[in-house]
């Protein structure tokens, strides 16, 4: 079964700093790619998505994130970040194009923190 | 803009009480889904619903749980004998047509927490 792995589990940063983090899955065939936040007290929101196409993609809010088959890897990346994007963000896989299954598979999630 | 709504926000319950969490998609949405996340864990997927049946559950979702659509706007999950490893978040989702390419909608959540 495929898995998502997160590394950074807890990220402390100043405003205005560049943000990246990790997101790589096991799951050799074709996958569908999200990254989700979720802001304090709020619901799971979709930042971005990945299917097919520019592996580098342009979400919401000035994030984007890059889509390295070779390296099973989907990093969320922000040029400077904002106190407004504390929150915890969530990658997730599915392989619904190869197994039919829609089911999403979320990483462990990243808890941002960014300082004034 | 339509979001998911999930009630309660939170419930308590004692082990071996059954609970039924109630969820309401975005109307026009035809793909439903149950997810949880347990304290310190990752989201799990449970189920997912669609035509009035069943169209994926995972190796959770065992025979304590049931899942249906009433009364075509509502979306419920039951447990029908709560243990105390139940206690999680539980979020419902939806999405338009279930094809692979759409976003999955989240709902708030649901804190069961089984004592």
């Known amino acids: 079964a495929q898995s998502v792995s997160q590394h950074n589990h807890h990220v402390i940063l100043s405003e205005a700093a560049s943000l990246e983090l990790g997101c790589n899955y096991s799951y050799g065939g074709t996958v569908n790619l999200f990254w989700y936040v979720q802001y304090p007290g709020q619901h799971l929101q979709l930042l971005l998505k990945?299917?097919?196409?520019?592996?580098l993609v342009k979400g919401i809010k000035g994030f984007e994130a890059e889509f390295i088959k070779s390296k099973f890897s989907f990093n969320l990346r922000k040029p400077s970040v904002q106190w407004s994007d504390t929150a915890e963000y969530f990658c997730?896989?599915?392989?619904?194009?190869?197994?039919?299954?829609?089911?999403?598979?979320f990483g462990s999630g990243t808890r941002l923190q960014v300082q004034p | 803009e339509p979001e998911v709504t999930q009630t309660p926000s939170h419930q308590v319950t004692q082990m071996g009480q059954e609970v039924i969490l109630r969820c309401v998609p975005i109307?026009?949405?035809?793909?439903f889904y149950w997810y949880r996340q347990i304290l310190g864990q990752k989201v799990e997927f449970l189920v997912s619903?669609?035509?009035?049946?069943?169209?994926?559950k995972s190796e959770i979702f065992d025979d304590q749980f049931s899942v249906e659509r009433p009364d075509g706007s509502n979306f419920t999950l039951k447990i029908r004998s709560t243990k105390l490893e139940d206690s999680a978040m539980y979020f419902c989702?939806?999405?338009?047509?279930?094809?692979?390419?759409?976003?999955?909608?989240f709902g708030p959540g649901t804190r069961l927490l089984v004592l």
């Open positions: 619903f669609y035509n009035n049946e069943i169209s994926e």
């Open positions: 109307s026009n949405h035809l793909y």
């Open positions: 990945y299917f097919s196409g520019d592996p």
């Open positions: 997730a896989v599915n392989t619904g194009m190869d197994t039919g299954r829609r089911a999403l598979t």
């Open positions: 989702a939806s999405q338009t047509s279930g094809s692979l390419q759409e976003t999955q909608y």
